[in-house]
DNA sequence: GTTGTATATTACTATTTAGTTATGCAACTA
DNA sequence: TAGTTGCATAACTAAATAGTAATATACAAC
């Protein structure tokens, strides 16, 4: 947006933050439970800070919180922004369906009613 | 993900297109039915081009089908990558939710257990 | 055939993102 | 106190993204 700052709002933030494999990865890690941060870097290719990084990213989406254990930060899924999401999608996704279900029906209709004697530009 | 080249998949992709709220808007004017370009553009105080950018965005991600009528290129909504989407959330908020249920009535357990004298690590 | 309308494409710019290596720092451990 | 562990931060780079203005194309209408 260049110009004109925009302030992301919280479904911005959430649906990038799911954009990234490793993000989700992470958060499907996180649901058998808490991790560090060494933990979490194990499974993947990836440097150390790059996992710091993402995890940064979670962390501003509300997606995760950090505790804090000695020197290990131990990393614990939120999952109410995942809520939030879920009932953007839902919503859309079932007003959507609705309306093809109407075209379904609306086609139906007009099937049906084609078969009696149809007047306009029909080439009959 | 810099050398490597990694291939964005499907969800990768949904959720990155979800996450521009110009976007999300664009599906929201599509929840009412078909709609041209220009008709979607006039919303905005973005260009045309942006607008087209924004659509070949979405198509890619599969979140909308484009038509043609005479120089006319209408946008419907298809709802299939949002189906895909949700499941993925559903599925990861809810096995979430039973984690945090099974703490919680763990630590409800823990309580009235600690209620009567019960010996340390005893299994009964 | 010229003009107008709807949309796509091109070429460019600024910003953001995802990664790297190197370094810093706090807290535990011997 | 010296070394080690766990993580964050800094400085940098390459690539992707979101926008722009200008131009091209395709069809319609006169």
Redesign the pocket.
């Known amino acids: 947006?260049?110009?004109n700052?925009?302030q992301?709002n919280r479904l911005d933030i959430t649906f990038?933050a799911l954009?990234?494999p490793?993000?989700r990865a992470i958060l499907e890690r996180l649901m058998t439970g808490e991790a560090?941060?060494?933990?979490?870097?194990k499974p993947f290719?990836?440097?150390?800070?790059?996992?710091?990084?993402?995890?940064?990213?979670l962390e501003q989406a509300g997606l995760v919180s950090?505790g804090r254990?000695?020197?290990?930060?131990?990393?614990r899924l939120e999952a109410q922004p995942l809520a939030e999401a879920t009932v953007w999608l839902e919503h859309y996704r079932q007003i959507w369906e609705a309306n093809y279900q109407r075209l379904d029906t609306l086609l139906e209709e007009l099937k049906t009613r084609s078969e009696t004697p149809t007047p306009k530009g029909a080439k009959q």
């Open positions: 947006m260049q110009l700052s925009y992301p990038a954009a990234d490793t993000r560090t941060v060494t933990e979490l870097v290719s990836l440097s150390q800070p790059a996992i710091s990084k993402h995890l940064r990213v950090r254990d000695a020197q290990k930060r131990p990393v």
